[in-house]
């Protein structure tokens, strides 16, 4: 059985930092590509950063802009990503994803994806 679990998330004010994790297993890890993912409320899930899998090749979304890091420890089947100079916009509830991609343009596709995570909420305030 597959598992995701996403911790990490939390409430913090505008300029500030977290670092989510997401811990996998019961799929072979180093195989698979990893994504986060956010939603808020009403709008579609897009894509905030994915690492490949067997390499450090990593994507970010265009609003990223160098705030976060997308990082792996196969070591441990987890996935984390570091959140710096974090604004009252990044609020959403923050999913980890799994999946198989072999085109790297389809980072950002939440369809590629075939395991999920039930996500962790990150608040920021102004």
């Known amino acids: 059985q597959v598992q995701l679990a996403e911790s990490g998330g939390d409430s913090v004010q505008s300029g500030g930092s977290l670092k989510l994790s997401c811990v996998v297993s019961g799929l072979p890890f180093g195989d698979y590509c990893l994504g986060w993912f956010r939603q808020t409320p009403g709008k579609a899930r897009e894509g905030v950063a994915h690492?490949?899998?067997?390499?450090?090749?990593?994507h970010y979304g265009d609003f990223v802009k160098g705030r976060f890091t997308i990082s792996r420890d196969n070591a441990k089947n987890t996935v984390y990503m570091q959140m710096n100079s974090l604004k009252p916009e990044d609020t959403a509830m923050y999913y980890c994803?799994?999946?198989?991609?072999?085109?790297?343009?389809?980072?950002?596709?939440?369809?590629?994806?075939?395991?999920w995570g039930q996500g962790t909420q990150v608040t920021v305030s102004s």
């Open positions: 690492i490949f899998f067997g390499s450090d090749r990593t």
């Open positions: 994803a799994a999946g198989t991609l072999t085109h790297e343009e389809h980072w950002g596709v939440p369809s590629f994806y075939g395991d």
